[in-house]
């Protein structure tokens, strides 16, 4: 397994990929290398302060010049910075040399070089973001969360097939149950584009060849209390509802912690309850999902969030392993076979 990580990308770079990379080779053996993209004087400088040896063979350094900001426009700068850490670590993905390319900088960004070097699987007309969200019954991915703000009914049905394939390959779900997110469980609910997306999908699984089980519409509750598998929706409403549950959970844990200090007999109760506290924290962390597969792409592309950890660095890392190991796209694109036989 060679893995391509963009080291200059995110809010904390290149401190936590590196950081990332290094707990990674640790924990997984089946890694052969680990491409660290990214400006050299700055990724060997990181290196040196973590105890990251260059000699381990299993570790090598890719010089790419240019770094692509955050806050860019991600089309504009991957055309703009050729010799980008993303646009050189995708590459790597492109030849061959790496089997995964992994980054926790601009989105836009990999999404369009993504779609520029790698190329769209036959079938896909916009590839999709696949967020994974921690529900009663285990984890339910949330697509698109990003790449794909006007999406078309069609494009959610390709996404039905993505996200199940995902689910089967990754997750060892053996009948994905897929929901299409709307404002009311009834089938006439929702805008003009769910409504056409709903028809298309139940046409679908109507005909017997979906590798899905079509559950409906569903609410926002039942991104964690349904037993849901993938969630459809557009990019827009996607990223919006993604960044609104992982801003809920990270407030709830400070009113709890503010709560709990606020006398000797709750903080006694908290040291007691420790254990519990922190099996939840990890359960709702985005830390233990580490990153997103951009699904619908000619390679393997995993998305962490900008303000990841080097725990959520190196979680990305395991997801891209498995994304490659359990053949996800060959399954997407049999997946896509059938849609076109109906």
Not at 227 to 255: P, Y
């Amino acid at each position: 397994m060679k893995v391509a990580l963009d080291a200059m990308g995110g809010d904390h770079a290149p401190a936590v990929n590196i950081g990332g990379a290094k707990e990674a080779l640790q924990l997984y053996p089946k890694i052969e290398k680990i491409f660290l993209v990214g400006d050299e004087t700055a990724v060997k400088a990181e290196c040196a302060a973590q105890g990251l040896s260059l000699s381990d063979p299993r570790v090598e350094i890719v010089h790419a010049p240019e770094t692509v900001g955050m806050a860019e426009s991600g089309a504009k700068a991957v055309r703009g910075k050729k010799k980008s850490s993303i646009n050189v670590a995708m590459d790597l993905v492109k030849s061959g040399e790496a089997h995964a390319f992994v980054s926790a900088g601009n989105t836009g960004a990999a999404v369009a070089s993504a779609t520029i070097k790698l190329r769209l699987i036959e079938g896909v007309d916009r590839a999709g973001i696949a967020s994974g969200l921690p529900n009663e019954h285990g984890v339910c991915h949330l697509l698109d969360a990003g790449a794909n703000p006007e999406a078309k009914p069609e494009h959610l049905l390709v996404y039905a097939i993505m996200g199940s394939a995902f689910a089967r390959g990754v997750l060892g779900v053996k009948q994905p149950r897929v929901g299409l997110m709307s404002n009311g469980e009834e089938d006439e609910k929702g805008t003009t584009f769910t409504k056409e997306t709903f028809a298309l999908l139940k046409q679908f699984a109507d005909s017997g060849k979906a590798p899905f089980e079509f559950v409906g519409n569903v609410e926002g509750h039942d991104l964690f209390e349904t037993k849901l598998d993938v969630v459809l929706c557009d990019g827009f409403t996607g990223n919006v509802v993604l960044k609104s549950c992982e801003a809920t959970a990270k407030a709830m844990f400070k009113w709890l912690k503010a709560e709990l200090k606020s006398s000797p007999i709750r903080m006694l109760g908290a040291k007691i309850s420790k254990g519990a506290f922190m099996a939840l924290k990890e359960r709702a962390s985005a830390e233990s999902y580490g990153g997103s597969p951009l699904l619908g792409v000619n390679g393997v592309v995993i998305i962490a969030h900008g303000g990841s950890t080097a725990v959520a660095v190196r979680n990305a890392i395991r997801v891209g392993m498995e994304t490659y190991e359990h053949k996800v796209n060959p399954h997407i694109a049999e997946g896509l076979k059938q849609v076109q036989a109906i």
